[in-house]
């Protein structure tokens, strides 16, 4: 039977593996290219990345950042985006053990990551991912947990609603793929997408109210600051402590 030791290491390495393909997926879907076909290239000379040039944060290390063939300079985000798949990996397996129900966050952390690249790069959240993970979602939750089906879809349609009714009365700080995300982290997260929200809402403040004491705050109102990243995080702290901060939260109020 595998140790814990292993389990943490073997989903690590998975990671890994697995945010070599997100970086693919946040350059290709924002395109509406093919994420699986061509092979990936250097996008500065066109030549095919060989597979020893193409092992997650080492050979960018090994390579120093540059193209192999042109020399070209590679963006750090692309061993960054590696590395952190790899370390919430390792982090959920940690917290949540290697069975079946750990599926799902696992996914779950997929999706967030290429949205948190696509989003910064592009300022949307594509359809092409939210879909998907909205489906497998609920398939999940019906073959895995069905006893978490109900909680989970009226918590979707409550974060849903609730950023529906931010974005239309202030649709410049909103889009609809916030919405969408929302509702998604609700069949995700359940009643832990209330902490995810709020934590999602306090960085994004925090944000914006640097950014206006950096520019001034004419120049940081007309600043683009995209949603998607923290509620990327609010989802990763509903991950590891949503549920826990709910408990606190009714407890301290006798409920």
């Not at 985006?81 to 750990?102: D, H, K, P, Y």
């Not at 960085?203 to 109210?209: P, R, Y």
Request: with cysteine; proline share 7%; aromatic share 6%.
């Amino acid at each position: 039977m595998p140790s814990p030791a292993l389990d943490i290491a073997l989903a690590s390495v998975i990671g890994l593996a697995f945010g070599s393909f997100l970086n693919v997926v946040a350059y290709r879907v924002p395109a509406g290219l093919s994420v699986l076909t061509p092979p990936s290239a250097c996008p500065g000379c066109g030549h095919a990345i060989r597979p020893y040039d193409n092992v997650p944060v080492l050979s960018w290390l090994v390579l120093g950042g540059r193209c192999r063939s042109c020399a070209r300079s590679i963006s750090p985000r692309y061993p960054l985006t590696e590395a952190a798949t790899g370390a919430l990996f390792a982090a959920v397996v940690i917290a949540r053990g290697a069975g079946r129900s750990t599926w799902l966050a696992l996914i779950f952390i997929l999706a967030l990551v290429a949205i948190t690249r696509i989003d910064l790069e592009h300022q949307i959240i594509p359809n092409r991912i939210l879909a998907p993970l909205a489906a497998v979602a609920i398939i999940l939750t019906v073959v895995l947990e069905p006893h978490q089906l109900t909680e989970r879809l009226i918590a979707g349609a409550g974060a849903g609603g609730v950023l529906l009714a931010a974005a239309l009365a202030y649709p410049k700080g909103m889009g609809m793929g916030d919405v969408k995300l929302a509702a998604v982290m609700g069949l995700v997260l359940g009643r832990a997408v209330g902490p995810a929200l709020f934590v999602a809402l306090i960085t994004a403040t925090v944000a914006g109210v640097a950014v206006m004491a950096r520019h001034g705050v004419a120049e940081g109102r007309q600043t683009k600051i995209p949603f998607g990243p923290f509620l990327a995080l609010g989802s990763v702290v509903g991950l590891f402590a949503g549920r826990a901060m709910v408990s606190v939260y009714l407890h301290g109020f006798g409920l």
